[in-house]
């Protein structure tokens, strides 16, 4: 082999390396997303009663209840995960206890806010004493 031409050849690689934007070295890194706040968390698709007792099926809180986690790891709990995408290129449908942890995280945060409908807010049902049907 001619080492003059693999050596050109290397140089102009790294002339078009160098033109390209960030060729100092690796991509630049994504702004780190900052802590959703309040006002950003959607409310729940349903209200789940006794919300913080709705425990974590997976990761480091696995088993754990919602009210014995912090303000921010439910607030990471309520946030709409990616879709899991089949090897068809469809997105599969959420499972039901994912669906579940999300909708009693947005419940028990609305809750916390006082930002849950009136009507939605879970309550004990009301007993007709004067109007039994037996």
């Known amino acids: 082999m001619n080492l003059e031409l693999i050596h050109a ?3 102009r690689i790294r ?3 160098e033109a390209r934007p960030f060729a ?3 991509p630049a890194a994504k702004p780190a997303s900052s802590f959703p706040k309040s006002d950003e968390i959607p409310m729940p698709t349903e209200i789940i009663e006794d919300a913080g007792n ?3 099926h997976f990761g480091k809180n696995k088993g754990m209840a919602l009210s014995s986690l912090g303000d921010r790891s439910v607030a990471w709990y309520a946030q709409e995960a990616e879709p899991r ?3 068809n290129g469809k997105p599969f449908p959420p499972r039901p206890e994912d669906v579940l942890l999300r909708n009693a995280a947005r419940t028990l ?3 916390k806010r006082g930002t849950l409908p009136s009507a939605a807010v879970p309550t004990a049902p009301s007993v007709n004493e004067e ?4």
Not at 131 to 134: A, C, D, G, L, S
Request: proline letters at 5%; hydrophobic letters at 50%.
């Open 9 to 11: 050849e290397l140089i």
């Open 15 to 17: 002339e078009a390396l």
């Open 24 to 26: 100092s070295g690796a």
């Open 54 to 56: 709705v425990q974590v």
């Open 85 to 87: 995408i089949g090897n």
């Open 109 to 111: 945060i609305h809750q």
């Open 131 to 134: 109007h039994v049907p037996f």
